[in-house]
């Protein structure tokens, strides 16, 4: 069953909440919860457009989609150039969100050119923590969506420099 098939049909929903760490978020139903993700997964899956712009500049094999505070979802494509000028798909994301006028993250998925999830690199877990020095731990982030993997920012990166 591919991921997609996977979604529409429901067949992971038991698994996603049995394989959360930590449960979902106070005030998280299993239903909202799913449908969070389902919706984050198809936000970052409607970016994903690998594609080369110019002879030094290719976009769009990462695709990722992140929910502000208020719900809202921003996705953002990575910028892969010459000369180390690009941008992660997930920060592409978040500048977004700040552009809007918001500053908070619940939760972040970034998908491949497989349709599979791929953690933050270690810039992109950076920027969350300094965006959210005080929160950023509980800020979830989908490893692999097909087994609805999910972990905070703190299980990825435990020991901040702060
Ligand atoms: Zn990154």
Redesign the pocket.
């Known amino acids: 069953m591919g991921v997609d098939e996977g979604i529409r049909s429901g067949a992971f929903q038991h698994r996603l909440t049995a394989l959360i760490p930590h449960g979902p978020a106070v005030g998280d139903t299993f239903d909202s919860m799913e449908q969070i993700w389902n919706d984050l997964y198809e936000a970052a899956l409607g970016v994903l457009k690998p594609r080369i712009v110019s002879r030094y500049i290719e976009v769009g094999s990462v695709a990722a989609a992140i929910e502000s505070s208020s719900g809202r979802i921003y996705t953002g494509i990575c910028v892969d150039t010459a000369c180390s000028l690009g941008l ?1 798909a ?2 592409n994301a978040i500048f977004s969100m700040l552009t809007a006028g918001e500053d908070g993250i619940r939760r972040v998925i970034a998908i491949g050119s497989d349709g599979k999830a791929v953690p ?2 270690g ?2 877990r950076e920027l969350m923590f300094q965006l959210m020095p005080d929160s950023c731990r509980s800020i979830q982030i989908m490893l692999d969506y097909g087994q609805g993997r999910i972990v905070t920012l703190s299980d990825l990166t435990p020991a901040w420099w702060q």
């Open positions: 992660c997930e920060r933050p690199c810039s992109c």
